[in-house]
């Protein structure tokens, strides 16, 4: 009888998996969630990512910008929806990686969602004043980095990704800057601009303009490679740093517990996306590496950039000086 009983939940369990994975999806509108607000990188590939995904299923993709908490609001509202496919989160490896290292946040970060893909990679920019850095080089700023410890100012967003571009090129010059923070990368370009900072370190899209423009001059990417945007600008680690290399990336989530035929069709469909000619100009344009791998690989490429953010932290005793704040 018990072996029946068994073997009939067995089969009631088969037949409710087939049932759901049968269903059409979506069957309402999409939400994308967005952990930023609008006009930054994220927010870019999201929408770009939002008309292909419209088009493909017949629904609406809805970007939805829920900036705050360094991208804590907009999480926390993922993780909270049903895990139908019908809510998605565009993130950034500051959102996913590097709050839960700093904060203490209302879910449980390593649990709440389940990676689908990372849509980019983008390097840093290491972008100097002209007017307060007058040399053209990594080890010129080095130079003067060692020749007065603390005074030259560079800022970010506290614990973004950038801010800990600027921690990981201190930790190996070996040299003392001071950190302004700020909400977010706007603030500190508009102080840059005007030259109450020295530097900072941004993606290409936030300060290309401002260097064609001569307004900033680059130094270096925090890249392995030389973006094709900017040939002409070295990699930091090319330039008497080696072994140098950060970059941010952008990553598609779902609410943990998605049923497996979801996440397979959704993961199917934005890998075809990621190939499209158009989606890789728009994005490449842009300064962004197109990627768009499997889940389980997106799985393992945020294990270990969860591991280098964590060295950089601990490094730089930023969670000690973050919550001292």
């Given at each position: 009888?018990?072996?029946m009983?068994?073997?009939?939940?067995g089969?009631?369990?088969?037949?409710?998996?087939?049932?759901w994975?049968?269903?059409?999806f979506?069957?309402?509108p999409v939400?994308?969630?967005?952990?930023?607000a609008?006009?930054?990188?994220?927010?870019?590939?999201?929408?770009?990512?939002a008309?292909?995904?419209?088009?493909?299923?017949?629904?609406?993709?809805?970007?939805?910008?829920r900036?705050?908490?360094?991208?804590?609001?907009?999480?926390?509202?993922?993780?909270?929806?049903r895990?139908?496919?019908?809510?998605?989160?565009?993130?950034?490896?500051?959102?996913?990686?590097?709050?839960?290292?700093?904060?203490?946040?209302?879910?449980?970060?390593?649990g709440?969602?389940?990676?689908?893909?990372?849509?980019a990679t983008?390097p840093?920019?290491?972008?100097?004043?002209?007017s307060?850095?007058?040399?053209?080089?990594?080890?010129?700023?080095?130079?003067l980095?060692?020749?007065?410890?603390?005074k030259?100012?560079?800022?970010?967003?506290?614990?973004?990704?950038d801010?800990?571009?600027?921690?990981?090129?201190?930790?190996?010059?070996?040299?003392?800057?001071?950190h302004?923070?700020?909400k977010?990368?706007?603030?500190g370009?508009i102080?840059?601009?005007?030259?109450?900072?020295?530097?900072?370190f941004?993606?290409?899209?936030?300060?290309?303009?401002?260097?064609?423009?001569?307004?900033?001059r680059?130094?270096?990417?925090?890249?392995?490679?030389?973006?094709?945007?900017?040939?002409?600008?070295p990699?930091?680690?090319?330039?008497g740093?080696?072994?140098y290399?950060?970059f941010?990336?952008?990553?598609?989530?779902?609410?943990?517990?998605?049923p497996?035929a979801i996440?397979?069709?959704?993961?199917?469909?934005?890998?075809?996306?990621?190939?499209?000619?158009?989606?890789?100009?728009?994005?490449?344009?842009?300064?962004?590496?197109?990627?768009?791998?499997?889940?389980?690989?997106?799985?393992?490429?945020?294990?270990?950039?969860?591991?280098v953010?964590?060295?950089?932290?601990?490094?730089?005793?930023?969670?000690?000086?973050?919550?001292?704040?």
């Amino acid at each position: 009888m018990r072996r029946m009983v068994v073997s009939v939940m067995g089969a009631m369990l088969a037949l409710s998996v087939s049932a759901w994975a049968a269903q059409p999806f979506p069957t309402r509108p999409v939400r994308l969630v967005v952990p930023s607000a609008p006009g930054g990188g994220n927010d870019l590939i999201a929408r770009v990512i939002a008309d292909k995904f419209s088009a493909r299923w017949g629904q609406t993709v809805v970007v939805d910008n829920r900036a705050g908490g360094s991208g804590a609001l907009g999480a926390q509202i993922t993780a909270a929806a049903r895990p139908d496919g019908h809510t998605l989160m565009n993130a950034t490896g500051g959102h996913i990686t590097i709050n839960p290292l700093l904060r203490d946040l209302p879910y449980d970060s390593a649990g709440a969602f389940a990676p689908i893909t990372i849509l980019a990679t983008a390097p840093y920019l290491l972008v100097v004043n002209p007017s307060i850095v007058p040399g053209k080089s990594v080890r010129e700023l080095v130079e003067l980095a060692k020749a007065s410890p603390g005074k030259l100012l560079y800022g970010s967003a506290v614990g973004s990704p950038d801010h800990l571009a600027g921690e990981l090129f201190q930790m190996m010059t070996a040299t003392r800057l001071t950190h302004v923070p700020y909400k977010s990368s706007a603030g500190g370009m508009i102080d840059l601009l005007g030259g109450r900072l020295a530097l900072t370190f941004l993606t290409i899209p936030a300060v290309k303009p401002h260097i064609d423009s001569g307004k900033l001059r680059a130094l270096g990417s925090s890249d392995r490679k030389r973006s094709p945007l900017l040939p002409a600008v070295p990699t930091i680690a090319e330039s008497g740093v080696p072994g140098y290399e950060l970059f941010t990336w952008y990553g598609l989530f779902a609410p943990a517990g998605i049923p497996g035929a979801i996440l397979g069709k959704i993961s199917a469909d934005i890998s075809d996306i990621l190939k499209e000619a158009d989606v890789r100009q728009k994005l490449e344009g842009h300064g962004y590496d197109p990627v768009g791998n499997r889940p389980h690989e997106a799985a393992a490429f945020i294990k270990k950039e969860s591991a280098v953010f964590a060295k950089i932290i601990a490094g730089a005793n930023l969670k000690e000086r973050f919550n001292s704040k």
